[in-house]
Nanobody, 119 residues
Framework: QVQLVESGGGLVQPGGSLRLSCAAS????????LSWYRQVPGKERELVAHIGWSGDATSYDPSVKGRFTISRDNAKSMVYLQMNSLKPEDTAVYYC????????????WGQGTQVTVSS
């Protein structure tokens, strides 16, 4: 079964940290670029970070650069998002995404995990 399953969300105080995990199954993990997106009600889903096949190439939205770190473990088919110095505006549902130009399926989405930053 092709799927991405996120975990690690929750409630955290401003300035705190969370680590999101995403477990992949059912497709050739190493052929996919992995990304984290987030969405708040009434707004479009936005790209937070992505990481290339080998893990060497990463990119971040300016709002999270220096605070969030994306990483992947190809041996375990896992992708992570370490989130530090969290702010209330980071509150959102976070989604894991896998995308490939050469393999099928072309794109896979997880179900999302809620992150709430509040005192």
């Amino acid at each position: 079964q092709v799927q991405l399953v996120e975990s690690g969300g929750g409630l955290v105080q401003p300035g705190g940290s969370l680590r999101l995990s995403c477990a992949a199954s059912g497709f050739t993990f190493t052929s996919y670029v992995l990304s984290w997106y987030r969405q708040v009600p009434g707004k479009e889903r936005e790209l937070v970070a992505h990481i290339g096949w080998s893990g060497d190439a990463t990119s971040y939205d300016p709002s999270v650069k220096g605070r969030f770190t994306i990483s992947r473990d190809n041996a375990k088919s896992m992708v992570y998002l370490q989130m530090n110095s969290l702010k209330p505006e980071d509150t959102a549902v976070y989604y894991c995404n896998a995308r490939s130009d050469s393999s099928l399926p072309r794109e896979v989405w997880g179900q999302g995990t809620q992150v709430t930053v509040s005192s």
